[in-house]
Antibody, heavy 118, light 110 residues
Framework: EVQLKESGPGLVQPSQTLSLTCTVSGFSLTDYSVHWVRQPPGKGLEWMGVMWSGGSTAYNSALKSRLSISRDTSKSQVFLKMNSLQTEDTAIYYC????????????WGQGVMVTVSS | DIVLTQSPALAVSLGQRATISCKTNQNVDYYGNSYMHWYQQKPGQQPKLLIYLASNLASGIPARFSGRGSGTDFTLTIDPVEADDTATYYCQQSRNLPNTFGAGTKLELK
């Protein structure tokens, strides 16, 4: 069964760094790409970036200077790090699986709510 | 970035047809495929893939859902609408990075 699960702190102070982990099961990170998508409360979806199955990454240019995505294939984990957090980064953060290599997402984690507040 | 425009809300009666539109400011077709996808999101849940590459039904999705369109104009149709279909529907393009989503259309029952 395919599963993705996000984990990380629910509260981050302004200007600090967010670190999230996406742990996957039921598929290999070397076969499927994993993307990160976030959703501020009551708002729409924003694509953040991707760890391609081949090991390279791509980022939303709006976040690129603050964002880093990496992985540990032996642990089936994808990591997101974003620095200089502000209140507008408060959102639900999802990791998702790219079904066909064309950047559409068939499985999503349940999401992790991250609040940026002092 | 490619901008996707959706109407904010739509009200439809049970058993009727719902048509949700998504317009892009750039062509999202490439080598015979339209890189447009549709998701359903209910409150408190993660999005669910409904349609990929404009017209392909995702696994486990009932045939009441269908998608069509090309270029810059796309539609998601639900026919007939059931009570469980009340949700927000998002379109997403993957023709160019960054992948972008529409703002969502909230489907309500009359």
């Amino acid at each position: 069964e395919v599963q993705l699960k996000e984990s990380g702190p629910g509260l981050v102070q302004p200007s600090q760094t967010l670190s999230l982990t996406c742990t996957v099961s039921g598929f290999s990170l070397t076969d499927y790409s994993v993307h990160w998508v976030r959703q501020p409360p009551g708002k729409g979806l924003e694509w953040m970036g991707v760890m391609w199955s081949g090991g390279s990454t791509a980022y939303n240019s709006a976040l690129k200077s603050r964002l880093s995505i990496s992985r540990d294939t032996s642990k089936s984990q994808v990591f997101l790090k974003m620095n200089s957090l502000q209140t507008e980064d408060t959102a639900i953060y999802y990791c998702t699986r790219d079904l066909g290599g064309d950047d559409y997402f068939d499985y999503w984690g349940q999401g992790v709510m991250v609040t940026v507040s002092s | 970035d490619i901008v996707l425009t959706q109407s904010p809300a739509l009200a439809v009666s049970l058993g009727q047809r719902a048509t949700i539109s998504c317009k892009t400011n750039q062509n999202v077709d490439y080598y015979g495929n339209s890189y447009m996808h549709w998701y359903q999101q209910k409150p408190g849940q993660q999005p669910k893939l409904l349609i990929y590459l404009a017209s392909n039904l995702a696994s486990g999705i009932p045939a009441r859902f269908s998608g069509r369109g090309s270029g810059t104009d796309f539609t998601l149709t639900i026919d007939p609408v059931e009570a469980d279909d009340t949700a927000t529907y998002y379109c997403q393009q993957s023709r160019n990075l960054p992948n972008t989503f529409g703002a969502g259309t909230k489907l309500e029952l009359k």
